[in-house]
Nanobody
């Protein structure tokens, strides 16, 4: 059974930093593209960042230069390092795992809340 568990969310002041983690089990982690998405109240879920099996990365324009996605295949974990956080980054952040070739999403995590506020 595939399971993804996010952690690391919380309340942070504008300009602050957080690191989110996504621990995977039940899959051969190194063979999956990992993605971070977010959903703010009243808005649709949107892509934040992707990391491929070769560790190439893609970012939403709104987070480029501030967020960094990474992966540790030995720990079956993906990370999202978030810097210079803004109030508009407030959302529930989700990770997912997708098969590298077919891009089929096999699982989503339960989400972790990130709130940026003074």
């Amino acid at each position: 059974q595939v399971q993804l568990v996010e952690s690391g969310g919380g309340l942070v002041q504008p300009g602050g930093s957080l690191r989110l983690s996504c621990a995977a089990s039940g899959i051969n982690f190194s063979l999956y593209t990992m993605g971070w998405y977010r959903q703010a109240p009243g808005k649709q879920r949107e892509l934040v960042a992707l990391i491929s099996i070769s560790s190439s990365t893609n970012y939403a324009d709104s987070v480029k230069g501030r967020f960094t996605i990474s992966r540790d295949n030995a720990k079956n974990t993906a990370y999202l390092q978030m810097e210079s956080l803004k109030p508009e980054d407030t959302a529930v952040y989700y990770c997912n795992a997708a098969r590298a070739i077919s891009k089929q999403v096999v699982s989503w995590g339960q989400g972790t809340q990130v709130t940026v506020s003074s």
